[in-house]
């Protein structure tokens, strides 16, 4: 069975290779804007075929011409794959011959579940006109119903759409270990180097405009690294993914994890991921690693006065 994956998140395409352990005898597009360059070569590496592009195959109003000249080519593409997985929403397709399944995508996905996906289409009467719904196999108009969804399991409550539900972790730790390796070095990062040591989980608390400055920010770090008697030396920072500040500018004898790097490949339970803390603040996945760690600390909100109360917890 020939696939098709289109992705333009470094999460949901390890979510697809966790689904499906044949993911190396696909073919892929990736969609670039969040997906780095290094990233690419590597993957470009491991897998069947890897197609480059900078936006989804949609009409461009800014040139609409050469827009619907690659959204003819994509559609003449698809034409020789039965599934096709990753971010099918942004395909805009009215009707496909293979099966189309949505990768779960963070926050649209959740809004797609839960009936309050309402997103705003700028000249939608331009794009979804009879003209490119008929020759360009177009429909901006969204029904869940459309798509199957490959989700965590988190997502079991919902019995209305069609679903595959996966557990990352259970998957993540029923890899054998050439197999977690081969996954983690498309992402850049051998956590056996994190064997023994502490990892310090940011958030992005000044770019989500919930501290007054960076500067604020960093010293809340420094002052839990002060209270729980670590050098900057001594731990591993692991920045947010939506993170672009330069945190290697202000710890600079820290060692760090790259952003892109998914922390659920971190919480794998094995001889060789142990740590010894892991910190971080106002943390929803950081308890996850309590299995794995000899403390997990999600710090509390109660010596930072700019961030809403939150209690601190010590596991």
């Known amino acids: 069975m020939k696939k098709l994956i289109v992705e333009n998140t470094y999460r949901s395409l390890l979510i697809y290779m966790l689904y499906d352990s044949s993911w190396k005898g696909c073919d892929y597009i990736l969609v670039k804007g969040r ?4 990233f690419i070569s590597r993957f470009k590496a491991k897998v069947n075929s890897v197609s480059i592009t900078d936006d989804f195959p949609i009409i461009s109003i800014k040139s ?3 827009s619907i000249f690659t959204r003819l080519k994509f559609l003449k593409k698809i034409k020789q794959y039965e ?6 929403y942004e395909l805009k397709l009215r009707k496909s011959d293979s099966k189309l399944i949505q990768l779960d995508d963070g926050l649209m996905t959740k809004k797609m579940f839960e009936g309050e996906y309402n997103r705003k289409i700028a ?9 490119f719904r008929r020759f360009l196999n177009v429909n901006y108009n969204f029904d869940p119903n459309n798509f199957m969804f490959v989700v965590p399991d988190s997502y079991k409550n919902n019995k209305q759409l069609s679903c595959d539900f996966i557990n990352l972790r259970t998957k993540i730790n029923n890899l054998s270990n050439d197999e977690y390796l081969n996954i983690c070095e498309v992402y850049g990062f ?9 990892i310090l989980m940011l958030q992005p608390f000044f770019e989500d405009r919930l501290v007054s400055s960076i500067e604020y920010e960093i010293n809340m770090y420094k002052e839990i690294l002060k209270s729980e008697g670590l050098l900057e030396s001594d731990i591993y ?3 947010h993914p939506k993170s672009k500040v330069n945190y290697a500018k202000y710890f600079k004898d820290s060692e760090f994890i790259p952003k892109d790097f998914p922390y659920e490949l971190l919480v794998r339970n094995s001889a060789e991921n ?3 803390k892991v910190i971080s603040i106002n943390s929803s996945g950081i308890e996850e690693f309590k299995d ?7 710090f509390g909100t109660s010596n930072f006065t700019e961030l809403d109360f939150s209690p601190m917890i010590r596991l």
Not at 35 to 38: F, R
Not at 190 to 198: A, D, F
Not at 292 to 298: A, D, G, K, L, M
């Open 35 to 38: 997906i780095s360059d290094e």
């Open 64 to 66: 609409p011409l050469s």
């Open 83 to 88: 599934e096709i997985y990753g971010n099918v």
């Open 123 to 131: 000249h939608i009467k331009f794009r979804n006109n009879f003209i």
């Open 190 to 198: 051998s956590p056996v180097k994190l064997n023994g040591k502490s």
């Open 237 to 239: 920072i692991k920045p």
């Open 274 to 276: 142990r740590f010894k």
């Open 292 to 298: 794995i760690s000899e403390e997990v600390i999600n």
